[in-house]
């Protein structure tokens, strides 16, 4: 059935031709106004398709980060000195990550334009060659960080001979687990380029209760395990990543899906298909090792405050990264579902989706922001009972609640130039503001202005501003809708 509509002036518009294409419809685009329309088209499909993606995603980070948060909390009941040896593997941890997970984002974009554009099979052989170049890069970063990962921790900034000793334990046995958290981060990246969320939530979740559970046993040494105190806690989060690992390949495994790994598949590494998977991934890789390198010096300038206030500033970032969730997983449906519109050579449906993505994630990032900036102290309280942690942590949370909608927006519409494809721009944006503006600031603060932690936290919501408004210009720019992915 072929029909004929007027070019959109409207997101009206937008909403019923979306719904003709999904039923499997032809479209002829000329003028209209929105008078013309059935009074009954709203946009209801729109926030259904984008829900329907972002709650599993939403869901799934959200749990994953509570049970960092658990992890962490139980760790802080060992003393203060717990909490910044686990703080110090974050960041190295995530260096060693950039290589597979900037592939992932090529992975994604393009997963996603193959399935607008209807060929199952080149998604498929994304998905392949996506896992060969996860495993390499994966096995490689593994071994540079259990080699060196004592000097990794002294770079760090360790501040005692107790904190360097369980910071290297803890990051150490990560490496062993590496590589297992590796592939599955690729499978969850392709599924939810084909719009599959859910799977990864469950898996994921099954994941975190496996990590919770062992926490209980080898932190503290209940039910007769042992006590192993920070390298209980490694452990255990090692067993919860290969338990995730093991769902999300007998998932893929299986022949009723749309991305099926299939063994007897060629596996033979793919020249184009990865020079591709790189042209789009490379700028993301630059983007985060510029964010690590910019977060690495921010964090070694907030070391050198003394164990207590890297402390709390460890805890006040690993209760923001809850809030990252919001962003993040509406990130997941601004990516997919741009990619997807953009497979159909339909922006204006990537456009309509994206409005109504940020709306959503500012609405959640309201109440998130007022819950931290109202029940700050108690949220901290949770993590460790020191005076001085708490009120510190009370203050730091005021600053975590304020950035809660800039972060929701800025994080939302770079997941849609991500799933057009449009990575360079976030990379120099990146390099601006996280890897200049955000450290320098932090220095001339702490440094010069003596404003102690407090001032750490003005450098971060001066980055955060500024890089919500770049972001905001590039994705008005409407350059992302011109990109090809051949």
Same mark, same amino acid.
């Given at each position: 059935?072929?029909?004929?509509?007027?070019?959109?002036?409207?997101?009206?518009?937008?909403?019923?031709?979306?719904?003709?294409?999904?039923?499997?419809?032809?479209?002829?685009?000329?003028?209209?106004?929105?008078?013309?329309?059935?009074?009954?088209?709203?946009?209801?499909?729109?926030?259904?398709?984008?829900?329907?993606?972002?709650?599993?995603?939403?869901?799934?980070?959200?749990?994953?980060?509570?049970?960092?948060?658990?992890?962490?909390?139980?760790?802080?009941?060992?003393?203060?000195?717990?909490?910044?040896?686990?703080?110090?593997?974050?960041?190295?941890?995530?260096?060693l990550m950039i290589l597979f997970m900037a592939m992932n984002v090529g992975a994604t974009a393009m997963v996603a334009r193959y399935k607008g554009a209807g060929e199952q099979e080149k998604a498929n052989q994304i998905m392949r060659q996506a896992l060969i170049l996860t495993?390499?890069?994966?096995?490689?970063?593994?071994?540079?960080?259990?080699?060196?990962?004592?000097?990794?921790?002294?770079?760090?900034?360790?501040?005692?001979?107790?904190?360097?000793?369980?910071?290297?334990?803890?990051l150490k046995i990560q490496m062993v687990g590496f590589t297992f958290m590796a592939l599955t981060s690729t499978i969850t990246a392709v599924l939810r380029g084909v719009g599959n969320s859910r799977t990864a939530m469950i898996y994921n979740l099954m994941a975190n209760i496996?990590?919770?559970?062992?926490?209980?046993?080898?932190?503290?040494?209940?039910?007769?395990?042992?006590?192993?105190?920070?390298?209980?806690?490694?452990?255990?989060?090692?067993?919860?990543?290969?338990?995730?690992?093991?769902?999300?390949?007998?998932?893929?495994?299986?022949?009723?899906?749309?991305?099926?790994?299939?063994?007897?598949?060629?596996?033979?590494?793919?020249?184009?298909?990865?020079?591709?998977?790189?042209?789009?991934?490379?700028?993301?890789?630059?983007?985060?090792?510029?964010?690590?390198?910019?977060?690495?010096?921010?964090?070694?300038?907030?070391?050198?405050?003394?164990?207590?206030?890297?402390?709390?500033?460890?805890?006040?970032?690993?209760?923001?990264?809850?809030?990252?969730?919001?962003?993040?997983?509406?990130?997941?449906?601004?990516?997919?579902?741009?990619?997807?519109?953009?497979?159909?050579?339909?922006?204006?449906?990537?456009?309509?989706?994206?409005?109504?993505?940020?709306?959503?994630?500012?609405?959640?990032?309201?109440?998130?922001?007022?819950?931290?900036?109202?029940?700050?102290?108690?949220?901290?309280?949770?993590?460790?009972?020191?005076?001085?942690?708490?009120?510190?942590?009370?203050?730091?949370?005021?600053? =975590?609640?304020?950035?809660? &909608? $800039?972060?929701?927006?800025? /994080? +939302?519409?770079?997941?849609? !130039?991500?799933?057009? @494809?449009?990575?360079?721009?976030?990379?120099?944006?990146?390099?601006?503001? =996280?890897?200049?503006?955000? &450290? $320098?600031?932090?220095?001339? /603060? +702490?440094?010069?202005?003596? !404003?102690?932690?407090? @001032?750490?936290?003005?450098?971060?919501?001066?980055?955060?501003?500024?890089?919500?408004?770049?972001?905001?210009?590039?994705?008005?720019?409407?350059?992302?809708?011109?990109?090809?992915?051949?």
């Open positions: 059935m072929r029909i004929h509509f007027p070019k959109f002036k409207n997101s009206a518009n937008f909403d019923l031709a979306l719904d003709l294409v999904e039923d499997g419809m032809d479209i002829e685009v000329e003028n209209i106004t929105k008078g013309n329309l059935p009074p009954h088209v709203t946009s209801k499909m729109l926030y259904t398709d984008i829900v329907k993606l972002a709650w599993p995603s939403v869901v799934e980070m959200t749990l994953t980060q509570l049970a960092s948060m658990v992890d962490l909390m139980m760790v802080g009941g060992l003393g203060a000195w717990a909490l910044s040896a686990v703080g110090l593997t974050v960041q190295p941890k995530f260096l495993l390499a890069f994966s096995v490689t970063s593994s071994v540079i960080g259990y080699i060196f990962s004592e000097k990794l921790i002294i770079f760090m900034g360790a501040p005692d001979a107790q904190t360097l000793k369980e910071g290297t334990i803890y496996v990590n919770v559970i062992f926490n209980y046993f080898l932190i503290e040494g209940n039910f007769g395990f042992p006590r192993l105190e920070v390298a209980g806690a490694s452990i255990a989060t090692v067993i919860g990543e290969l338990a995730a690992f093991v769902f999300a390949l007998l998932y893929i495994t299986k022949g009723n899906q749309y991305l099926h790994l299939r063994f007897k598949d060629s596996f033979k590494p793919d020249a184009a298909i990865m020079k591709q998977i790189f042209s789009i991934g490379f700028p993301a890789m630059v983007e985060q090792l510029l964010m690590r390198v910019g977060v690495i010096i921010y964090v070694k300038t907030i070391a050198g405050l003394g164990t207590v206030s890297y402390a709390v500033h460890q805890i006040c970032m690993n209760i923001q990264s809850l809030s990252f969730m919001n962003g993040q997983g509406f990130a997941v449906s601004a990516t997919s579902l741009t990619g997807q519109s953009l497979g159909k050579n339909r922006p204006d449906m990537a456009h309509a989706y994206n409005h109504r993505t940020r709306r959503l994630g500012m609405a959640v990032s309201l109440v998130i922001g007022a819950a931290f900036i109202f029940f700050g102290k108690n949220i901290v309280a949770l993590y460790n009972d020191d005076p001085d942690i708490i009120s510190q942590g009370a203050r730091i949370m005021m600053f =975590v609640g304020f950035t809660q &909608p $800039l972060q929701s927006s800025q /994080f +939302i519409l770079t997941g849609a !130039l991500r799933g057009a @494809g449009d990575t360079k721009a976030t990379a120099i944006i990146t390099f601006l503001t =996280v890897l200049l503006l955000r &450290p $320098l600031a932090a220095i001339y /603060f +702490i440094n010069s202005l003596n !404003l102690g932690l407090e @001032g750490a936290w003005f450098a971060f919501i001066l980055d955060q501003t500024v890089r919500s408004v770049l972001v905001l210009f590039r994705y008005n720019s409407g350059t992302w809708k011109n990109i090809k992915i051949k």
